[in-house]
């Protein structure tokens, strides 16, 4: 049974900082890229940023801009968002997923590309 656990989002104040953690079991970790994706209340699930299986490559949405970066252990079957510089904006549920089927070492940007989805860890930025 593949698993992902979400963990580290919480309540901090603008420009402050957030570590969310997602861990895998289930298969091989190391197999597959990695995205986190949000969602805040009313609107669609987005993109937030992927890696690739081995972390030789990520990809960042646009309004990232340089302050969130994703990262793996693959020993740890870990996958991480740190995130900061953060906005009011940014509040919402964040959720890692698993690449699935083909080219499923790479990333990808849809949500219909990953199969298995972690059940959301909340971030809240006061301003």
């Known amino acids: 049974q593949v698993q992902l656990v979400e963990s580290g989002g919480g309540l901090v104040q603008a420009g402050g900082s957030l570590r969310l953690s997602c861990t895998v079991s289930g298969l091989t970790f190391s197999n597959y890229a990695m995205g986190w994706f949000r969602q805040a209340p009313g609107k669609e699930r987005e993109f937030v940023a992927g890696i690739s299986w081995n972390a030789g490559s990520t990809i960042d949405a646009a309004f990232v801009k340089g302050r969130f970066t994703i990262s793996r252990d693959n020993a740890k079957k870990t996958v991480y968002l740190q995130m900061n510089s953060l906005k009011p904006e940014d509040t919402a549920l964040y959720y890692c997923?698993?690449?699935w089927g083909v080219g499923d070492y790479v990333v990808k940007l849809r949500k219909n590309d990953y199969r298995y989805w972690g059940q959301g860890t909340q971030v809240t930025v006061s301003s």
């Open positions: 997923a698993l690449r």
